[in-house]
Antibody
Framework: QVQLQESGPRLVKPSETLSLTCTVS????????WSWIRQPPGKGLEYIGS???????SYNPSLKSRVTISVDTSKNQFSLKLTSVTAADTAVYYC????????WGQGTLVTVSS | DIVLTQSPDSLAVPLGERATINCKSS????????????LTWYQQKPGQPPKLLIY???TRESGVPDRFSGSGSGTDFTLTISSLQAEDVAVYYC?????????FGQGTKLEIK
């Protein structure tokens, strides 16, 4: 059974970079592709972007200038970097598998505050 | 971007009764090369990640009770819970994976009446 687990700082200062890692266990990250989704407190879901098994990436245009998603196959992990964060980036960040998101991490709340 | 609009925003249904949630897409999500509708439904309970219920608009994910069903085509899709159980109280989202950026509906909150 594939499992995903997000990790990274829970508190980020405004204008700094949010960095999260998703560790995949129970299956190879080299199969399928992998995505990041976020959910501001009390609000709906927003797609951030994906990385495909050939290394290609796709980002939400609303975030594209600030987002980088990368993969480390040796560690079975993929990562998210979001630069120049503001309070509007405060959210639960989820990693998920495939484009129909059949497996999700538990999510991690990242708060942007000084 | 493909915009998904769910209706209603919230819904209260008696236990054992049918619940119906609609999702309207701003454009078709059908891939004519494989005749598949690229639409999913998720259930999210408080403090939990979303759970995949339905994909390809009507295929039930393994382990999902058969009281959940998806239907629709073109730009109009429906999630139906045939006999509402207490554990079905949640927020439900539709999502399209036909085109990037993948997008979600705004969510429908389902409660017991």
């Amino acid at each position: 059974q594939v499992q995903l687990q997000e990790s990274g700082p829970r508190l980020v200062k405004p204008s700094e970079t949010l960095s999260l890692t998703c560790t995949v266990s129970g299956g190879s990250i080299s199969t399928y592709y992998w995505s990041w989704i976020r959910q501001p407190p009390g609000k709906g879901l927003e797609y951030i972007g994906s990385i495909y098994n050939n290394g290609a990436t796709s980002y939400n245009p609303s975030l594209k200038s600030r987002v980088t998603i990368s993969v480390d196959t040796s560690k079975n992990q993929f990562s998210l970097k979001l630069t120049s964060v503001t309070a509007a980036d405060t959210a639960v960040y989820y990693c998920a598998r495939r484009m129909l998101f059949d497996r999700w991490g538990q999510g991690t709340l990242v708060t942007v505050s000084s | 971007d493909i915009v998904l609009t769910q209706s209603p925003d919230s819904l209260a249904v008696p236990l054992g009764e049918r619940a119906t949630i609609n999702c309207k897409s701003s454009q078709m999500v059908l891939d004519s090369s494989n005749n598949r509708e690229y639409l999913t439904w998720y259930q999210q309970k408080p403090g939990q990640p979303p759970k995949l219920l339905i994909y390809w608009a009507s295929t039930r994910e393994s382990g999902v009770p058969d009281r959940f069903s998806g239907s629709g085509s073109g730009t109009d899709f429906t999630l139906t819970i045939s006999s509402l159980q207490a554990e079905d109280v949640a927020v439900y989202y539709c999502q399209q994976y036909y085109g990037t950026p993948f997008t979600f509906g705004q969510g429908t909150k389902l409660e017991i009446k």
